[in-house]
């Protein structure tokens, strides 16, 4: 069983590597010959295209919900081109909708950036559906392809407007729409390859079925929907807040902040993409028994991560020299990059063991109270300091209590010692702070010599075991 999680993990990993190469790619160099203000047109894009999932009212997750754990070969076709269809014909309506009204009620930039994000809803949606097939029958070579695929597509666009840039526009900032539409008719590609790689579940004979039956499915699904969603408005409620209440140039560097955040998670989302269908095989007492290994050895990877932030401080103080927007936006970068520990920790660990045992209410609930939670505060800080820099202080104090409200949950039912691993995430993101402190390059040093040496206190035996021997 072990074995086939890490073989899979190092399936979708090896597509990842080339995804974390075009995030580095877009992330630094797209910046730079855009400007800061159209980057912020763009990332106004991005934020609002996390929002997509609403579309489709839990439908997608209902199914996954339903069917995770079987292979293809066992899912009915007919029934399947039902599903197919009606997801589809009701994306189409919806973003033909949602096109329209873009176009008539709002204007310039802004009518641009919504009739895009407009088509980039069905694709995403349409994509998210066949690849979540993908996931819950173990079909991850499929992932990996078409990762790679959306890789080289992206690259190669980027290398074209560089070249542009550079030798054709003479290094005037180029405009952040031909990227735009460029990235979604990439989509628009995927998506109609997927229908075609799916087409024995899309077309043909169809066991179609009543209302009650999809109100059914969409009643599985639309808690884990919500509470997904709810997830990810408190991972982009700082961003929702400084996009509503700063300027364009002021939201552009907040997103830079978090666009370097993103790098790092490229990371950890290989690992989120097997664990549920793994954990859904999985006989529960050993779920239980594997619950604090799992996340104390997950923690410390993530906790490892946070030295990426050394390097791109002297990478983007050197690069965007020219640029001061870009490299004031290490100082927000600094305040988030800890939080990632424990977001990680939360999306990839603790939400995939609340599905396992289908504790998919309690975990909605808790979100729930989180989001107000979230809101309230992100409301606090502006009101108080009106600074960028307060509002992702707050993102990160509400992250925190989410995890420990989540983990006392868990622990309250099933017993679960999590204190350890809690403490070991605060210490090293204490660590964090106070090494980023220093000079740069010696803080290099003392934040990997003080991650050995936490480390080892905490995880000594585990790590004793690893190597095979016994204290």
């Not at 997750?61 to 014909?89: A, W």
């Not at 989001?371 to 992250?399: C, E, G, H, M, R």
Request: hydrophobic share 50%; charged share 10%.
């Amino acid at each position: 069983m072990m074995h086939n999680i890490f073989r899979n993990i190092i399936k979708v990993a090896f597509g990842n590597i080339l995804t974390l190469v075009t995030g580095i790619v877009v992330g630094f160099v797209l910046p730079k010959i855009i400007g800061i203000t159209n980057y912020g047109y763009y990332k106004t894009f991005t934020l609002y295209i996390t929002y997509a999932s609403i579309f489709q009212i839990g439908f997608i997750e209902g199914i996954y919900l339903k069917y995770g754990g079987k292979q293809y070969n066992e899912l009915n076709r007919q029934e399947f081109r039902f599903y197919s269809k009606i997801l589809i014909l009701s994306q189409l309506l919806l973003t033909t909708l949602f096109s329209i009204i873009s176009f008539l009620s709002l204007k310039s930039d802004f009518k641009f950036i919504f009739i895009m994000v407009s088509l980039f809803i069905f694709f995403q949606n349409i994509t998210t559906y066949y690849q979540y097939i993908s996931q819950m029958t173990g079909r991850f070579t499929e992932l990996t392809i078409r990762n790679v695929i959306r890789s080289i597509a992206t690259i190669l666009i980027i290398i074209s407007m560089v070249l542009y840039f550079y030798f054709i526009n003479g290094k005037d900032f180029l405009s952040y729409k031909l990227y735009l539409i460029a990235y979604v008719l990439v989509y628009l590609i995927l998506t109609f390859w997927y229908i075609w790689t799916y087409r024995d579940i899309t077309f043909g004979i169809t066991k179609y079925h009543d209302f009650k039956f999809i109100k059914s499915i969409i009643g599985l699904g639309l808690p884990l929907m919500i509470s997904n969603l709810c997830s990810t408005i408190i991972f982009t409620m700082d961003r929702q807040f400084v996009n509503v209440f700063f300027d364009i140039n002021e939201y552009g560097s907040y997103s830079f902040a978090y666009n370097m955040l993103s790098l790092v998670t490229v990371a950890t989302s290989s690992i989120a993409t097997v664990i549920y269908p793994a954990l859904r095989t999985m006989d529960k007492q050993k779920l239980l028994y594997k619950f604090n290994e799992i996340s104390g050895w997950f923690n410390v990877f993530v906790v490892l991560c946070l030295f990426v932030y050394f390097p791109l401080n002297i990478f983007v103080t050197k690069f965007f020299a020219d640029q001061i927007k870009y490299v004031e936006s290490l100082k927000i970068f600094r305040v988030i990059l800890p939080s990632l520990v424990v977001s990680c920790s939360i999306t990839v660990i603790i939400h995939n063991y609340f599905m396992a045992f289908d504790e998919n209410k309690k975990y909605f609930y808790i979100s729930l109270i989180i989001l107000a939670l979230s809101f309230v505060a992100n409301i606090i800080s502006y009101l108080t300091f009106k600074t960028t820099i307060s509002i992702s202080i707050a993102s990160v104090i509400v992250t925190i209590i989410w995890y420990v409200l989540l983990n006392l949950l868990f622990q309250k039912k099933y017993k679960i010692p999590w204190l350890k691993n809690y403490i070991y995430i605060i210490s090293m993101i204490i660590d964090f702070y106070l090494t980023t402190f220093l000079n740069v390059y010696l803080g290099m040093i003392v934040y990997l010599l003080s991650f050995i040496i936490i480390t080892f206190a905490f995880y000594h035996k585990s790590i004793f075991k690893l190597l095979g021997r016994q204290k």
